[in-house]
């Protein structure tokens, strides 16, 4: 009787045995999820649907006097708009790698608006709030993960405050045999514990989970930018043949110094790609005025867009960003001229 209550206990113990590895196995896969899709799919997509949306702008659009600047003025302003901060997360990823994450966050929601305000003028009037209202939830699903970025943070600067404190007050050392008598002996001799120490080490044990969980992203390389550079100029193309059809002006008649401007720095982008070629030692130095040219290019060819008062807005935000690059410029040169000067101090003496 004893075998038969055995044979018929076993099985049974291995079915809740199965069940119990079964439920690890799924907690492990939830509490580990797959990582989610890069910024560069992301923006793979956005670059196939902008474009897809203004040929669709055009079929609309063809044939008639108006166009969608004068009969949805609000919305392509703030298509436009959210392209453009779009392309400056990139330069805010360059800026403040350490802030990649929340960067990536915004262009994600920035380029969003610019899709679903294109798509409100694509539908009828009626889809035009429905779109909006997803949207909005997804800002919404989008600012709560910020929050707990921001969360995150906190409790990590606490942490690393809490742990140099605890660390600043620790006591001698415990002798060897002490702690083998802890060891053997926890439960009676709980008292005599070290807390702070054993707090200080769940600390930074916590800290270093947590830095290696979420590790910091790499800066966006040069060539990303590139192609965030190519993109958005031939959407502000895009943009400027469907402002223009069925007029019998260009802009080159109503705007002819932005165009010229705006086609005189994207020669310049290009020609910094040979002076890069030529004078690898200064590439880093080419490679920020390339930015700035690139840069200007666009904002020449959003100003054109916009309205004239946006147009002032646009020039003076550039007149800083170029600001900021111009100082960074002097650095490098300072940081030259430094490093240059002990040569030839040391030449100098030796030839003395």
């Known amino acids: 009787m004893n075998a038969m209550a055995n044979t018929t206990?076993?099985?049974?113990?291995?079915?809740?045995?199965?069940?119990?590895?079964?439920?690890?196995?799924?907690?492990?896969y939830f509490s580990h999820p797959p990582p989610p899709p890069s910024l560069e799919s992301?923006?793979?997509?956005?670059?196939?649907?902008?474009?897809?949306?203004?040929?669709?702008?055009?079929?609309?659009?063809?044939?008639?006097?108006?166009?969608?600047f004068e009969t949805h003025p609000i919305s392509m302003v703030i298509s436009v708009a959210s392209l453009l901060l779009y392309c400056l997360g990139y330069h805010a990823k360059s800026r403040w790698p350490t802030y990649a994450l929340v960067v990536s966050r915004g262009m994600v929601v920035?380029?969003?608006?610019?899709?679903?305000?294109?798509?409100?003028?694509?539908?009828?009037?009626?889809?035009?709030?429905?779109?909006?209202?997803?949207?909005?939830?997804?800002?919404?699903?989008?600012?709560?993960?910020?929050?707990?970025?921001?969360?995150?943070?906190?409790?990590?600067?606490?942490?690393?405050?809490?742990?140099?404190?605890?660390?600043?007050?620790?006591?001698?050392p415990v002798p060897?045999?002490?702690?083998?008598?802890?060891?053997?002996?926890?439960?009676?001799?709980?008292?005599r514990i070290p807390w702070r120490n054993l707090f200080a080490q769940i600390n930074v044990v916590y800290i270093s989970n947590i830095s290696n969980y979420f590790p910091h992203?790499?800066?966006?390389?040069?060539?990303?930018?590139?192609?965030?550079?190519?993109?958005?100029?031939?959407v502000l193309l895009n943009l400027l043949q469907i402002k223009y059809q069925g007029n019998q002006i260009t802009p080159f008649d109503t705007h002819p110094i932005s165009m010229v401007i705006s086609l005189a720095s994207l020669l310049l982008y290009c020609l910094g790609y040979h002076a890069k070629l030529r004078w690898p030692t200064y590439a880093l130095v080419v490679s920020r005025g390339m930015?700035?040219?690139?840069?200007?290019?666009?904002?020449?060819?959003?100003?054109?867009?916009s309205p004239n008062s946006c147009g002032t807005v646009l020039?003076?935000?550039?007149?800083?960003?170029?600001?900021?690059?111009?100082?960074?410029?002097?650095?490098?040169?300072?940081?030259?001229?430094m490093g240059m000067l002990p040569c030839q101090l040391t030449t100098a003496a030796f030839s003395n």
């Open 315 to 337: 020039y003076f935000l550039y007149v800083l960003f170029s600001a900021a690059e111009l100082l960074k410029l002097l650095k490098w040169v300072r940081r030259k001229i």
């Open 176 to 191: 060897h045999y002490r702690i083998h008598h802890y060891e053997c002996n926890a439960m009676a001799n709980t008292a």
């Open 42 to 68: 992301c923006h793979n997509v956005l670059a196939f649907i902008v474009p897809v949306l203004l040929s669709l702008l055009q079929i609309k659009y063809q044939g008639n006097k108006i166009s969608p």
């Open 217 to 234: 992203p790499p800066p966006p390389s040069f060539e990303s930018c590139h192609t965030v550079l190519a993109f958005i100029v031939l």
């Open 110 to 172: 920035f380029g969003s608006l610019s899709v679903v305000s294109l798509a409100s003028i694509l539908f009828p009037d009626s889809f035009g709030p429905v779109l909006y209202t997803l949207f909005g939830l997804f800002s919404a699903t989008e600012l709560v993960k910020l929050f707990k970025w921001v969360h995150r943070k906190i409790m990590g600067m606490l942490l690393i405050s809490t742990s140099s404190s605890s660390f600043s007050s620790i006591p001698s």
């Open 9 to 28: 206990r076993i099985p049974w113990r291995n079915l809740f045995a199965q069940i119990n590895v079964a439920s690890i196995s799924i907690a492990n």
């Open 291 to 305: 930015v700035v040219f690139g840069s200007l290019s666009v904002v020449s060819l959003a100003s054109i867009l």
